[in-house]
């Protein structure tokens, strides 16, 4: 009973060992569409914020323009008073204020020019911005949809593997299944074999007591790693043997 539920579990992990590779994939796949969903997400916020630059330096080249021309409107109506007005006292304070508006205009005269640089320089940014959004979306676009169709492909192949499993593990003591479980979670090969008196993975040299257990087709689990271990014995070969042979 033992002996057969032992060449049962050392079958299920050697098919669930077969997994592995297409899981570290699909790792792989998820990750590298994550970076790609970032790198668009990126993409369309420098285009988003360049589009609101653009937009935010339009309103003040407009609000200065607006300014400039209310102060000339302020200058020429000044002079047109100043052909009316009869005093001297008027007149002079009259000059005082028209001249203050042409001041005023000169002032923003240099506010205006260097805004309306920044505008079309911010303007040039965005035409190679969004040129440079539809290059790269349209080809990041390409790598999402071909590594997703991969990663479809896969999960595929680990549904069919689940369904495989289950009538894997008949036969298989439940205590040995849950350790099992417990130790796939943290380990890629969570079961692994005594050679030479020490454990494969980390070379653990299993003291006498438990060499012995292990010859009895106990399952044990490593002191130094806390893989599950196993020994093959003699029906595990032939098994093996048996199974290279109908191959
Ligand atoms: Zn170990």
């Not at 993409?43 to 080249?61: D, F, G, P, W, Y």
């Not at 008949?170 to 079961?191: C, D, F, H, Q």
């Amino acid at each position: 009973m033992h002996k057969n539920s032992l060449n049962l579990f050392i079958k299920l992990i050697s098919f669930d060992q077969s997994l592995v590779k297409t899981k570290k994939e699909i790792k792989e796949l998820t990750d590298s569409l994550d970076a790609c969903n970032k790198e668009l997400h990126q993409l369309s916020l420098s285009l988003e914020t360049s589009i609101h630059n653009v937009r935010n330096l339009k309103k003040e080249v407009d609000a200065k323009e607006l300014e400039m021309k209310l102060l000339d409107e302020q200058e020429k109506a000044g002079k047109e008073r100043l052909a009316s007005v009869s005093s001297d006292k008027e007149y002079q304070a009259l000059k005082r204020e028209v001249e203050g508006y042409k001041k005023k205009q000169h002032e923003y005269e240099d506010g205006l020019v260097s805004t309306w640089g920044a505008y079309e320089c911010a303007q040039k940014e965005l035409e190679s911005l969004e040129k440079k959004y539809t290059d790269e979306k349209e080809e990041i676009e390409r790598v999402i949809l071909h590594k997703q169709e991969r990663l479809d492909e896969l999960n595929k192949v680990v549904e069919s593997h689940a369904k495989e499993q289950s009538s894997k593990q008949e036969g298989i003591p439940e205590e040995w299944l849950t350790l099992y479980k417990r130790m796939s979670g943290a380990v890629s090969n969570p079961v692994v074999e005594v050679l030479r008196g020490s454990c494969v993975a980390c070379f653990y040299k299993i003291p006498h007591q438990d060499i012995l257990s292990l010859q009895n087709d106990e399952l044990l689990s490593c002191k130094g790693c806390y893989r599950l271990l196993y020994s093959k014995n003699e029906s595990v070969q032939e098994l093996e043997i048996e199974e290279k042979g109908s191959d």
